[in-house]
Nanobody
Framework: QVSLAESGGGSVQAGGSLRLSCTAS????????MAWFRRAPGKEREFAAG????????YYTRSVEGRFTISRDHAKNTLYLQMNSLKLEDTAIYYC????????????????WGQGTQVSVSS
């Protein structure tokens, strides 16, 4: 069992950057596939970025590819999402999730979720 907590959200102007963190306060991220999902206002939660078990294998939804980078620091037991060139449409609550299915983009395949952190991008 792992307990996750996100941080690093906030308000930023379009074109700016933020780095989100997801720390396991109980348990370890080792052995889990990790991902970031997001829920924009009035929309369903969607996959944004994933980090599989395979070292170096990361994957992204098309709208963030080239702008977002997912990574993890095993020593700190923390997952990150570096977000650059932010756009208005990136405004959402961002959630980190841990699961057992490497490479998944499906919510139902992630068992453990954080509470979310708000990212607001303005013009």
């Amino acid at each position: 069992q792992v307990s996750l907590a996100e941080s690093g959200g906030g308000s930023v102007q379009a074109g700016g950057s933020l780095r989100l963190s997801c720390t396991a306060s109980r348990g370890t991220l080792n052995g889990y596939a990790m991902a970031w999902f997001r829920r924009a206002p009035g929309k369903e939660r969607e996959f944004a970025a994933g980090d599989s078990w395979d070292p170096g294998y990361t994957y992204y939804t098309r709208s963030v590819e080239g702008r977002f980078t997912i990574s993890r620091d095993h020593a700190k037991n923390t997952l990150y999402l570096q977000m650059n060139s932010l756009k208005l449409e990136d405004t959402a609550i961002y959630y980190c999730a841990a699961g057992r299915y490497s490479g998944s983009r499906q919510e139902w395949q992630y068992d453990h979720w954080g509470q979310g952190t708000q990212v607001s991008v303005s013009s």
